[in-house]
Nanobody
């Protein structure tokens, strides 16, 4: 069952911008906090940004001032606007959401399949 689907990745030059989207299944009962993570080859998966159900945000130090996370609770979608991209931002970006599939199932984290972001120098 696919619960989260990312899109918007691609190849851009340094200094360029991309907007990533992550759409959650419409049937999901409720969504709590959501976030974006990234993983470069040979590296661990690192937190990029998070956003609570109320819209409070948090960012990794490396992306502060350049990336903006937002969400649309009606569309059950979380976005990551990435400006001023650098080659070191190159990675697979993964959406994560803490959610309940139904009212009587436990809350847990789900991952999207990932979308590739490549920034050329």
């Amino acid at each position: 069952q696919v619960q989260l689907v990312e899109s918007g990745g691609g190849l851009v030059q340094a200094g360029g911008s991309l907007r990533l989207s992550c759409v959650a299944s419409a049937s999901i009962f409720s969504i709590n906090h959501m976030g974006w993570y990234r993983q470069a080859p040979g590296n661990q998966r690192d937190l990029v940004a998070t956003i609570t159900s109320g819209g409070s945000t948090s960012y990794a130090e490396s992306v502060k001032g350049r990336f903006t996370i937002s969400r649309d609770n009606v569309k059950k979608t979380v976005y990551l606007q990435m400006n001023g991209l650098k080659p070191e931002d190159t990675a697979v970006y993964y959406c994560n959401a803490n959610l309940k599939l139904t009212w009587n199932t436990p809350t847990k984290n789900y991952w999207g399949q990932g979308t590739q972001v490549t920034v050329s120098s």
